[in-house]
């Protein structure tokens, strides 16, 4: 009876080190495989059910960006990989009335990478309405050449 309950705790024990040790490196590998992508805050006007409806909704917009999954239309104003401009181009278009959202994806491609960071240097650079809405058209047409365009 001593014998298998000494046995009992030690299994237990080596049980315990064992699975410290496997939650430790796989955790490692998990943050790695993740960490590769690079966050974007892409300013989101709304999620569309129909073509029809998006287009009637956003005709007044001259520069979007247009990603159709799973059947529905996702309408993305700008594209910017730092937080504050994303605020400043959210209240840009509040004043014109617009409602945006930001949410973060997850892209990893260097090209487009730095492409975004030397815009983002723009904006931070200028206060001008004028100036933020040319660079987030030239943002979003990168985005489609780069991104969207090697997608399909």
Known sequence: MK???LLSI??????????IF???????????????GKI?????????????IMMENTKDLDV???NEENN??????????????????????KNKGYQL????????NEEFFNNVTQFDLLIKNTEKETEILTIEE????????IIKNNRS
């Open 40 to 52: 974007y805050y892409f300013l989101q006007e709304g999620v569309y059910s129909s073509q029809e």
């Open 72 to 93: 529905k239309y996702y309408v993305y104003l700008g594209i910017t990989r730092d937080e504050e401009n994303a605020k400043k181009i959210k209240e840009l278009y």
């Open 64 to 66: 979007k960006l247009i």
């Open 10 to 19: 030690i299994f237990v024990i080596l049980g315990a080190i064992l699975g």
């Open 101 to 108: 959202y930001i949410k973060e994806i997850n892209l990893s």
């Open 22 to 36: 496997l939650k430790s490196n796989y955790q490692d590998k998990v943050i790695s495989a993740f960490s590769e």
């Open 138 to 145: 030239v943002v979003l047409a990168n985005y489609e050449e």
């Open 3 to 5: 014998k298998t309950f």
